[in-house]
């Protein structure tokens, strides 16, 4: 496109500008690495959430619905909490085999003894009984850009550059201590070779 400063070439940069809004709203420009293809789809929880002050009916779908927590995760209806549960794991259903290439974690710790996760392991798996291990999202997470140790925080643990297929992805976290909560779980697609 050439501007050369008529009305039409206006109203076509504006409207430029609102395409590049809403790719920025979405996630586009904040370096997302792909669909999510992992929202909406139903999943399993092993064992049942069971930390009081955020346990509801609501567990059953709020880690794939799109939605973060706002405030201490751990009191939040958004968030799914466990303590004392050893490696909570959460497996989703695809729906059917796709190509993955990444997935992202959305937790919070840093006060009142809740700690980062050591590791969140995920495999994958065609008929749900043998899977394959593809990657720790924690470990995948740059350093740069992981929580400070100390104090309230919320972070999203982030690996890219997997690859891998599978119409089951298993989320199995390792806690750093006795508590564990997540409000969001996100698998991002890859390419189909």
Not at 114 to 131: E, H, L, N, R
């Amino acid at each position: 496109m050439t501007w050369n400063g008529n009305k039409s070439n206006a109203r076509n940069m504006k409207g430029v500008a609102a395409v590049l809004l809403l790719l920025a709203m979405s996630g586009f420009a904040r370096g997302a690495v792909g669909d999510n293809i992992a929202r909406g789809k139903a999943y399993t929880l092993e064992p049942r959430p069971n930390y009081q002050y955020c346990t509801d009916a609501g567990d059953a779908v709020q880690l794939t619905d799109g939605l973060r927590a706002e405030g201490y995760f751990w009191t939040q209806a958004a968030t799914v909490g466990w303590s004392g549960a050893g490696m909570p794991t959460v497996t989703i259903d695809l729906g059917e085999v796709m190509p993955i290439r990444g997935a992202s974690f959305n937790t919070a710790a840093g006060v009142a003894g809740v700690q980062w996760p050591v590791s969140v392991f995920i495999f994958v798996s065609d008929d749900g009984w043998a899977w394959t291990y593809i990657g720790d999202v924690v470990e995948g997470t740059p350093a740069a850009s992981r929580p400070k140790p100390d104090g309230y925080a919320v972070h999203c643990f982030r690996a890219d550059g997997l690859t891998a297929h599978g119409r089951y992805v298993k989320v199995v976290c390792s806690p750093g201590g006795t508590y564990m909560f997540v409000d969001e779980i996100e698998v991002y697609r890859g390419q189909e070779e």
